[in-house]
T-cell receptor, first 115, second 114 residues
């Protein structure tokens, strides 16, 4: 069973649309959560961390539901430049009770925004 | 500018040859990581290092080796024992190996075995 599951898409939306991505994680001991963005043939870059209370950064809103082990990313007013693959990432402790962690990546959800 | 550099960007290797991928960071980060990415798959952890002269195997360490002699450098050797080495290799670093610390990635090396 994979630690992080994502719908790979692709999602094809027009400019200005609102689009939402979902992600589930299997280990309830997961401590930190992130969304990374990866452009074609480039390295992943941190888009935003995901906090328990939910957080917003401009057009992007991230939500965390620990009870359901579910993370989401909402993009409002999509731009052409939002076209990329969005990676759901979970940081899991290496040993029970440890503060050391390592990342587990979902396969990514591909988004294409068309004019 | 602070950052992570990887070289070369593209690398071609014949079967049976070992090859070493370079990763250097000037962010003063303690922790460094190597990942492999295959098409349609998530990143998979090969090796990681919490501190100089220490490193741990990740999920797919077989056929790979690393060293961490300097804080700034974490080279990865892909040996001939790696059965399917063609992939996109990404190096990352973080301040510490702490759960909350963000990992930053280098631009990657695309390895093709001919």
């Amino acid at each position: 069973r994979k630690e992080v599951e994502q719908d790979p898409g692709p999602f094809n939306v027009p400019e200005g649309a609102t689009v939402a991505f979902n992600c589930t994680y299997s280990n309830s001991a997961s401590q930190s959560f992130f969304w990374y963005r990866q452009d074609c043939r480039k390295e992943p870059k941190l888009l935003m961390s995901v906090y328990s209370s939910g957080n917003e950064d401009g057009r992007f809103t991230a939500q965390l539901n620990r009870a359901s082990q579910y993370i989401s990313l909402l993009i409002r007013d999509s731009k052409l430049s939002d076209s990329a693959t969005y990676l759901c990432v979970v940081n899991l402790e290496t040993d029970r009770g440890s503060t050391l962690g390592r990342l587990y990546f979902g396969r990514g959800t591909q988004l294409t925004v068309w004019p | 500018d602070g950052g992570i550099t990887q070289s070369p960007k593209y690398l071609f290797r014949k079967e049976g040859q070992n090859v070493t991928l370079s990763c250097e960071q000037n962010l003063n980060h303690d922790a460094m990581y190597w990942y492999r990415q295959d098409p349609g798959q998530g990143l998979r952890l090969i090796y990681y290092s919490q501190i100089v002269n220490d490193f741990q195997k990740g999920d797919i360490a077989e056929g790979y080796s690393v060293s961490r002699e300097k804080k700034e450098s974490f080279p990865l050797t892909v040996t001939s024992a790696q059965k399917n080495p063609t992939a996109f290799y990404l190096c990352a670093s973080s301040m510490r190996q702490h759960q909350a610390d963000t990992q930053y990635f280098g631009p990657g090396t695309r390895l093709t075995v001919l």
